[in-house]
C-alpha cells in the first residue's frame, strides 16, 4: 500500500457521520489486503482483510472494498466515534517470487473525529 | 491486549550506548518480526524468525543485531547507533510467516530516541 505526498493524509469528521480512507497499492500480484489501525502509544490492529478474490467485505461498523483494476483499497466505517480517532494503514501481500511473500505497508491516514 | 509484549516502552540513549530491546509473545506463534516505524513512512520490515531461525534481513545497518532465543522471546541488540536511527520500534508475531490472514499481532513499541 502507498501514499502519495509527504505529509501523512488527515481526515476530520463529525461523530456519527461515516469515514471513507483510501490506500493505492502498485502490485498487479498482490492477493491479500489488510486494514490496520494504530491509536497513539500502541502498536497496529486489525480491523479487516479481503483477499483478492473478492471485491466488498463487511465487519463489524468497517466495510472494505477493493479495486483491482485500479489498485485501489478503501475501508469505509459507519457513524464514527471518538474512539476511531487514529492512523490507518492498509498492507498489501503480494509474492516475492521465490515462494514466500512480503507485506507492503501504506503510510497511512490520521483520522480525527470531532464530538 | 495483543499478547505480544514489548520492554522498554520509551529508551533514550546515546550514539556510544550499547541497549536491548525485548520483544515477548503469549500467543504461542512461530514467527516473529521486528518493524521500523519512522514518523510518516511506511512500516519498514527489518527482520523476521521462523521457528527460531532467522529468515529475513532486509539490508538492515549491522549495529542492529536480532537474537531470537526460542519461538516466544525476540530481542533486539543495538549499538553506535545515529540519530536517525530514532523511530517507534515494533515487534510482531505470527502463527505462520507473512500470514495468510490477518494473524500478526503487533507489540505497543519502544519508542527509541538517539540522541
Known amino acids: 500500500g502507498e501514499s502519495v505526498g509527504l505529509h501523512l493524509p488527515t481526515l476530520s469528521v463529525q461523530e456519527g457521520d461515516n469515514s471513507i480512507i483510501n490506500c493505492a497499492y502498485s502490485?498487479?500480484?498482490?492477493?491479500?489486503f489488510i486494514w490496520y489501525k494504530q491509536e497513539s502509544g500502541k502498536g497496529p490492529q486489525f480491523i479487516i482483510d479481503i483477499r483478492s478474490n473478492m471485491d466488498k467485505r463487511q465487519g463489524q461498523r468497517v466495510t472494505v472494498l477493493l479495486n483491482k483494476t485500479v489498485k485501489h483499497l478503501s475501508l469505509q466505517i459507519a457513524a464514527t466515534q471518538p474512539g476511531d480517532s487514529a492512523v490507518y494503514f492498509c498492507a498489501d501481500r503480494s509474492p516475492t517470487g521465490a515462494g514466500s511473500y512480503q507485506l507492503t505497508f501504506g503510510k497511512g491516514t490520521k483520522l480525527s473525529v470531532i464530538p | 491486549e495483543t499478547g505480544v509484549t514489548q520492554t522498554p516502552r520509551h529508551l533514550v540513549m546515546g550514539m556510544t550506548n550499547k541497549k536491548s530491546l525485548k520483544c515477548e509473545q503469549h500467543?504461542?506463534?512461530?514467527?516473529m518480526y521486528w518493524y521500523k516505524q519512522s514518523a510518516k513512512k511506511p512500516l519498514e520490515l527489518m527482520f523476521v524468525?521462523?521457528?527460531?531461525?532467522?529468515?529475513e534481513n532486509n539490508s538492515v545497518p549491522s549495529r542492529f543485531s536480532p537474537e531470537c532465543p526460542n519461538s516466544s522471546h525476540l530481542f533486539l541488540h543495538l549499538h553506535t547507533l545515529q540519530p536517525e536511527d530514532s523511530a517507534l520500534y515494533l515487534c510482531?508475531?505470527?502463527?505462520?510467516?507473512?500470514?495468510?490472514?490477518?494473524?500478526?499481532?503487533f507489540g505497543p513499541g519502544t519508542r527509541l530516541t538517539v540522541l
Open positions: 510482531a508475531s505470527s502463527q505462520v510467516m507473512i500470514p495468510s490472514s490477518h494473524e500478526q499481532f
Open positions: 524468525y521462523n521457528f527460531k531461525e532467522q529468515t
Open positions: 502490485n498487479s500480484a498482490s492477493d491479500y
Open positions: 500467543l504461542g506463534h512461530n514467527a
